[in-house]
């Protein structure tokens, strides 16, 4: 399974429970409805989360994502911040997790009278969803292979990447153009021909020791990516975030993407032609002080 989101298959997953209205149900039994708002519509807001060292790591900036993206769309989560989180940590708890877990925490709008996209027609009541696995990156995860797609991101007034909404087709279609071509994910330009970032991750580069980036724009608000960029600036290397265009990407050093499951990933190639480092040594500096941001966080806000 090539991709930033590579991991380890792990048998335990066979009989983990998932949270479903705030039921403890087997994953594997769970079920919504047909008519519900999300598989009909793909209305409705998610987060991924990582268990690391006994901690949901930099949850309080999740929560922050999803609670705005669900007020965007006025959906009613119907809990508040410390019942969700005391919810989650139910569910870990409950499938004996401590650490190396991935959780995808999934809010609808919940069930509808009919399935159109009239919200009017919902029953008031979200579905609120928690599926939980143990997840870890392959040790000997390949750089990876990227190339340029022809599918554009897009500006807020159209469809807004700041929302982590269930409506992914656009950056599926981005994948599945270059999966032919051998590659692992897609590089999106923005609208105006700028790069933006990959269908699933965010994208970073850097050319003579300098990392450039997107403006915050029309790419994905990443919890990962802002805090890579915080690290930047606090002295880990330099960085410039402005309108790129793809020539300037493609002479690049080096060349790393941004995620919840995948961290800080080296990229080897674009579009078959293979980078000078993969990792090279300001990815890797990016690498290990994202590495040591997590384990502080983890030491700070471990379950007791």
Not at 81 to 86: H, I, N, P, V, W
Not at 187 to 210: E, P, Q, Y
């Amino acid at each position: 399974m090539p991709g930033s989101q590579d991991f380890t298959p792990d048998t335990r997953n066979e009989a983990v429970l998932a949270l479903l209205n705030g039921q403890l149900v087997p994953a594997r039994d769970a079920q919504v409805s047909l008519f519900d708002a999300g598989f009909g519509l793909g209305d409705g807001v998610w987060e991924g989360l990582r268990l690391h060292k006994g901690a949901l790591l930099f949850l309080e900036a999740h929560l922050d994502r999803l609670y705005h993206g669900a007020a965007a769309l006025r959906i009613d989560i119907g809990m508040t911040r410390a019942a969700l989180t005391a919810s989650l940590w139910e569910l870990l708890r409950a499938n004996g997790m401590e650490d190396g877990a991935h959780l995808r925490l999934m809010v609808t709008r919940g069930r509808k009278s009919t399935i159109n996209q009239d919200p009017r027609f919902a029953s008031g009541k979200p579905t609120i969803a928690v599926t939980a696995e143990f997840k870890q990156r392959m040790a000997e995860a390949r750089p990876l292979a990227l190339a340029m797609s022809s599918i554009r991101t897009s500006p807020p007034e159209i469809f807004d990447m700041h929302l982590n909404t269930h409506s992914r087709l656009n950056y599926i279609r981005a994948l599945l153009e270059v999966m032919d071509t051998g590659a692992d994910e897609a590089i999106m330009l923005d609208h105006r021909g700028f790069v933006a970032s990959c269908n699933a991750t965010n994208l970073f580069w850097v050319k003579d020791g300098t990392v450039f980036t997107s403006r915050d724009d029309f790419c994905f608000n990443g919890i990962t990516r802002g805090n890579v960029i915080a690290l930047c600036r606090d002295g880990v290397a330099p960085l410039q975030q402005g309108d790129w265009g793809a020539d300037h990407l493609l002479a690049a050093d080096e060349v790393f993407v941004t995620g919840t499951m995948g961290g800080v990933t080296p990229a080897g190639s674009i579009d078959g032609d293979a980078l000078k480092s993969a990792p090279g040594p300001v990815t890797i500096a990016i690498r290990e002080a994202y590495e040591g941001l997590k384990d502080s966080y983890a030491r700070e806000h471990a379950a007791q």
